[in-house]
Antibody, heavy 120, light 114 residues
Framework: QVQLLESGGGVVQRGGSLRLSCAAS????????FHWVRQAPGKGLEWVAF????????YYANSVKGRFTISRDNSRNTLFLQMDSLREDDSAVYYC?????????????WGQGTLVTVSS | DIVVTQSPDSLAVSLGERATINCKSS????????????LAWYQQKPGQSPNLIIK???TRASGVPDRINGSGSGTDFTLTITSLQAEDVAVYYC??????????FGQGTKVEIK
């Protein structure tokens, strides 16, 4: 079955960096696009970034463009999110989510999330 | 960007009664060439990650009970739980994937037991 396991969250100071990972198993990782979605405490879901199945196209929310970088390693079945210049409003649970297709449609499976806290 | 708006923000329904959640997109998400509505619904139970329950506006995801139904087309959609069970207590989100980026979610609707 599909398993997505995020890691790398933690407490970081404002302006700092953090790299999230999402280890995937149970399916053909290289055949699907992937998303990062975040949820601030007590708030709704906010889409953050998407990468196509082969890593050729990457898209970002305006709120993180220029600061976050999504990437993937298809040989290791792993998705990444490099987060730089972190701000307090980046504090959230970050979910990786498998897309239903190669190019970006609905989010068919979600990980359990990893908490990022940005302190001042 | 397509804005997706849900109503109400929360509702309390008695066990066995119907729960209805509305979702409206600022533009049509119906793709005329395949007659598909690019809209999904997710359920997030307390303390858990979101889970896909409806795709293409009305197709249940695997394992979703038939008391949960999606309907609508174009810009107006509805998620209906025909006979609310205790395990349906959750926040429900609709999301459009017609125009991306960005993929946009509604603000969520919290369903509780009355």
């Amino acid at each position: 079955q599909v398993q997505l396991l995020e890691s790398g969250g933690g407490v970081v100071q404002r302006g700092g960096s953090l790299r999230l990972s999402c280890a995937a198993s149970g399916f053909s990782f290289s055949s699907f696009g992937f998303h990062w979605v975040r949820q601030a405490p007590g708030k709704g879901l906010e889409w953050v970034a998407f990468i196509r199945y082969d890593g050729t196209y990457k898209y970002y929310a305006n709120s993180v463009k220029g600061r976050f970088t999504i990437s993937r390693d298809n040989s290791r079945n792993t998705l990444f999110l490099q987060m730089d210049s972190l701000r307090e409003d980046d504090s959230a649970v970050y979910y990786c989510a498998k897309d239903s297709s190669r190019f970006g449609e609905f989010l068919s499976s979600w990980g359990q999330g990893t908490l990022v806290t940005v302190s001042s | 960007d397509i804005v997706v708006t849900q109503s109400p923000d929360s509702l309390a329904v008695s066990l066995g009664e119907r729960a209805t959640i509305n979702c409206k997109s600022s533009q049509s998400v119906l793709y005329s060439s395949n007659n598909k509505n690019y809209l999904a619904w997710y359920q997030q139970k307390p303390g858990q990650s979101p889970n896909l329950i409806i795709k293409w506006a009305s197709t249940r995801a695997s394992g979703v009970p038939d008391r949960i139904n999606g309907s609508g087309s174009g810009t107006d959609f509805t998620l209906t739980i025909t006979s609310l069970q205790a395990e349906d207590v959750a926040v429900y989100y609709c999301q459009q994937y017609f125009t991306n980026p960005p993929w946009t979610f509604g603000q969520g609707t919290k369903v509780e037991i009355k």
